[in-house]
Nanobody, 112 residues
């Protein structure tokens, strides 16, 4: 069985930073890409960032968020700086391998 375990969410003030992590375990034979989505209450899930051969970002986070990965550890990170209240959401990681696998989500709340 494949599992994606996320960590690093929490409550932070506007302008602050958080770093999310997501580690995959189980029988994943070839990871093509890893990334993050987010979903705020009452909204559709929004793609945030992806890392494969290159890194790509949604316009809403470009210049503030940085995605990285440690392939040996099957881990993807999302460094989030200059956080805004509109970044508040549940953040879900994914891994693209034989199929797309999803994490369970971690809550990020940006509030004073």
């Amino acid at each position: 069985q494949v599992q994606l375990v996320e960590s690093g969410g929490g409550l932070v003030q506007p302008g602050g930073s958080l770093r999310l992590s997501c580690t995959a375990s189980g029988n994943i034979f070839r990871i093509v890409a890893m990334g993050w989505y987010r979903q705020a209450p009452g909204t559709q899930r929004e793609w945030v960032a992806n890392i494969g051969g290159r890194s790509d970002y949604a316009d809403s986070v470009e210049g503030r968020f940085t995605i990285s990965r440690d392939s040996a550890k099957k881990t993807v990170y999302l460094q989030m700086n200059s956080l805004k209240p509109e970044d508040t959401a549940a953040y879900y990681c994914y891994v693209d391998a034989e199929i797309r696998y999803w994490g369970q989500g971690t809550q990020v709340t940006v509030s004073s």
